[in-house]
């Protein structure tokens, strides 16, 4: 047992003596104000300025604070003390009437960082239901309550609207579609002209401008306008195709107005169109009268031009119409109205053109005319048939101006590209091959051909293989009785 030293404890009283002795006056001597403030557990209650007057009030005062459970009778306000409390829960609301706790003041980093309200009156759910945060768009479930939807819209599904009246009201989807412009048929059509002047697949065309029917929507007429308008650029063959396609399209995809509104478009367009192609009236009539062969348009189409048209060109152009129709047969002969040529016709007709191509040549010697008709047949892989029969007239005629005719016609053709030297071998090579029955008609055939044919090596039209498969006589003959047998050689080599 320990045991504190006697001098100490007497030290200690005389102290303790000395300061109640300084301060117990000084204490008892205090306002009754004052002293009626205590201390509880270290915090002192003041008192608010309403309370001060109700003290002040007298008796009425005194019944208000007796009527308050926070007073005491002899007028002291009594107060809570602001006991720091444990934290406040996240998910239960404090009590009423008591100030936020300065708990959460003092919370770590990642209690900081929390999405729960930092006030003390939140239940711990997120802020703003979840939708709240960076980069949030709302909460989830949010994108299928969509505050306002377009009626128009193919997805619209209105539930109230099908609830109330099932089976009264027709639901509709109009098919919204953008029209082109002009200059967008330009561009979806033309390729489409120029594809088939290759191919001449009408189906494929009509197709294609079945898809694009609605986009084209009112401007179906620029159809034949464009294909008219393409053709005068090409050959006969190609305004021919023309002519069967807008034939072909018409109650498909173009109707009899379209097809009247593209020639009123191309007449007014006449003085521009005559720039590039000089001959577009008679084109332009041609077409005309082709179409109401054709049945496309009705013939009092023409008449309805009478006394509204001014301009010579359109007046030409309709009178060239006028004219074709008016021909004894004349429906009938517009089927050749575009002339004959092109490999679909018989190889039997293109002979019998070849053939009076070429008379019409030895009667005029006009090679740019034959030039024109050849080229106006349109039958660069039968250019071997011209060869061919201009020889045969040359071994037939025996004569040397038709000689030297036919020398410069495949001269002229030969430099001006029309007839290629593959052509012009296999001319030569056909005639090379029919000479033993050539030679029966003609006896002399042997000898006229040998000499035309170096005629036509000296004019640079064949070359040298050409002419050493020329052949030779095909009988042999003696020189003379006495010459020991030699033969004598019936060809150049």
């Given amino acids: 047992m320990n045991c504190q030293p006697t001098y100490l404890n007497q030290n200690m009283m005389e102290v303790e003596n000395r300061l109640s002795e300084r301060f117990d006056g000084l204490v008892d001597e205090l306002p009754d104000e004052l002293n009626e403030r205590r201390v509880k557990n270290g915090v002192i209650l003041e008192e608010s300025e309403e309370e001060a007057e109700a003290m002040e009030g007298g008796v009425e005062g005194e019944e208000m604070l007796k009527s308050d459970g926070l007073h005491h009778n002899s007028g002291r306000i009594i107060k809570k003390a602001k006991r720091p409390i444990k934290a406040t829960s996240f998910s239960e609301p404090s009590a009423p009437g008591v100030a936020p706790s300065q708990g959460l003041v003092n919370l770590n980093r990642a209690s900081k960082n929390l999405r729960r309200p930092r006030n003390s009156l939140g239940r711990g759910l997120p802020k703003k239901g979840g939708a709240g945060g960076k980069g949030t768009w709302g909460k989830l479930g949010d994108e299928m309550e969509l505050?306002?939807?377009?009626?128009?819209?193919?997805?619209?599904?209105?539930?109230?609207?099908?609830?109330?009246?099932?089976?009264?009201?027709?639901?509709?989807?109009?098919?919204?579609?953008?029209?082109?412009?002009?200059?967008?048929?330009?561009?979806?059509?033309?390729?489409?002209?120029?594809?088939?002047?290759?191919?001449?697949?009408?189906?494929?065309?009509?197709?294609?401008l079945e898809e694009m029917l609605l986009n084209i929507g009112s401007r179906r007429w620029?159809?034949?306008?464009?294909?008219?308008?393409?053709?005068?650029?090409?050959?006969?063959?190609?305004?021919?195709?023309?002519?069967?396609?807008?034939?072909?399209?018409?109650?498909?995809?173009?109707?009899?107005?379209?097809?009247?509104?593209?020639?009123?478009?191309?007449?007014?367009?006449?003085?521009?169109?005559?720039?590039?192609?000089?001959?577009?009236?008679?084109?332009?009539?041609?077409?005309?009268?082709?179409?109401?062969?054709?049945?496309?348009?009705?013939?009092?189409?023409?008449?309805?031009?009478?006394?509204?048209?001014?301009?010579?060109?359109?007046?030409?152009?309709?009178?060239?119409?006028?004219?074709?129709?008016?021909?004894?047969?004349?429906?009938?002969?517009?089927?050749?109205?575009?002339?004959?040529?092109?490999?679909?016709?018989?190889?039997?007709?293109?002979?019998?053109?070849?053939?009076?191509?070429?008379?019409?040549y030895l009667c005029s010697c006009d090679i740019q005319e034959a030039t024109r008709c050849l080229k106006d047949l349109e039958v660069p892989h039968f250019h071997h048939e011209l060869v061919y029969e201009a020889v045969v007239m040359v071994i037939e005629s025996m004569h040397e101006k038709t000689d030297e005719a036919m020398c410069k016609l495949l001269q002229a053709l030969f430099?001006?590209?029309?007839?290629?030297?593959?052509?012009?071998?296999?001319?030569?090579?056909?005639?090379?091959?029919?000479?033993?029955?050539?030679?029966?008609?003609?006896?002399?055939?042997?000898?006229?051909?040998?000499?035309?044919?170096?005629?036509?090596?000296?004019?640079?039209?064949?070359?040298?293989?050409?002419?050493?498969?020329?052949?030779?006589?095909?009988?042999?003959?003696?020189?003379?009785?006495?010459?020991?047998?030699?033969?004598?050689?019936?060809s150049y080599w």
């Avoid at 109009?174 to 330009?186: A, Q």
């Avoid at 577009?280 to 009478?306: E, H, V």
């Fill in 222 to 360: 620029m159809v034949p306008a464009l294909a008219i308008e393409l053709s005068m650029d090409h050959k006969p063959s190609h305004r021919e195709m023309t002519s069967q396609l807008i034939s072909e399209l018409y109650q498909k995809v173009i109707s009899q107005r379209d097809i009247g509104k593209a020639y009123d478009f191309l007449l007014r367009q006449l003085s521009d169109l005559i720039l590039d192609t000089p001959d577009a009236p008679t084109i332009i009539g041609n077409f005309m009268a082709r179409n109401i062969a054709d049945d496309c348009i009705p013939p009092k189409f023409l008449q309805s031009y009478k006394g509204h048209v001014t301009e010579v060109e359109a007046v030409k152009a309709l009178c060239r119409a006028d004219t074709l129709l008016s021909m004894k047969h004349g429906l009938v002969r517009l089927d050749n109205v575009w002339g004959v040529g092109g490999g679909i016709r018989p190889v039997k007709y293109l002979v019998k053109k070849i053939v009076l191509l070429l008379k019409e």
């Fill in 415 to 490: 430099r001006s590209f029309v007839i290629t030297i593959e052509q012009m071998r296999a001319g030569f090579q056909r005639v090379y091959d029919q000479m033993v029955d050539i030679s029966i008609d003609v006896p002399q055939a042997y000898s006229v051909l040998e000499r035309w044919v170096l005629r036509c090596r000296q004019a640079g039209i064949i070359n040298d293989d050409i002419l050493k498969k020329m052949p030779s006589r095909g009988r042999k003959r003696f020189v003379s009785e006495g010459d020991g047998g030699l033969i004598k050689d019936s």
């Fill in 147 to 208: 505050p306002w939807v377009d009626p128009n819209d193919p997805n619209y599904d209105s539930d109230g609207e099908e609830a109330a009246e099932v089976g009264k009201k027709t639901i509709k989807l109009n098919t919204l579609v953008p029209e082109m412009s002009e200059e967008d048929v330009r561009k979806a059509v033309e390729p489409l002209m120029l594809e088939y002047f290759e191919n001449g697949e009408c189906e494929e065309v009509l197709f294609s």
